[in-house]
């Protein structure tokens, strides 16, 4: 009853009725969209360095198959990389939290507060 087909991929399946409060099942679909968003940024991180590797270009991490990238010693130790990412997702999902609880308040920019999407 609560999933009328009017959603993208809406088949109706949704055996633990957890989309049955519309404010969640916004939530879930946003939460989807982003994930969507999530995984292509990681391919695209997979794809591009090997890319670059088979024509020579890229640098030094480059070099190293996707595969094999934790063995690389980048510029930082692994915690503190792994910390400024959790930092960074953080702030991307509490900015998207913002604006599903009050539309279009993301739209502005947090530091130069004129700056404001049309």
Same mark, same amino acid.
């Given at each position: 009853?609560?999933? $009328?087909?009017?959603?993208?991929? $809406?088949? *109706? ?7 049955? $409060?519309?404010?969640?099942?916004? +939530?879930?679909?946003?939460? =989807?969209?982003?994930?969507?968003? +999530? ?9 591009? #360095?090997?890319?670059? /590797? &088979?024509?020579?270009?890229?640098? #030094?991490?480059?070099?190293? %198959?996707?595969?094999?990238? *934790? ?5 930082? %130790? ?5 910390? &400024? ?7 991307? =999902? ?6 599903? /609880?009050? %539309?279009? &308040?993301? &739209? ?9 999407? %049309?």
């Amino acid at each position: 009853d609560h999933l $009328d087909g009017t959603l993208v991929g $809406d088949h *109706g399946f949704d055996p633990l009725a957890l989309g049955k $409060d519309p404010a969640k099942l916004k +939530w879930y679909q946003q939460a =989807e969209l982003q994930n969507g968003r +999530w995984a292509m940024l990681g391919a695209a991180g997979i794809l591009v #360095p090997d890319l670059l /590797r &088979s024509i020579g270009m890229g640098g #030094p991490a480059a070099q190293v %198959p996707w595969f094999e990238a *934790g063995k690389y010693n980048y510029f930082a %130790p692994p915690s503190a990389l792994f910390a &400024s990412m959790m930092f960074l997702f953080a702030f991307v =999902e509490f900015r998207r939290l913002q604006d599903i /609880r009050k %539309p279009g &308040s993301a &739209s502005q920019d947090p530091i130069f507060t004129n700056n404001k999407l %049309p």
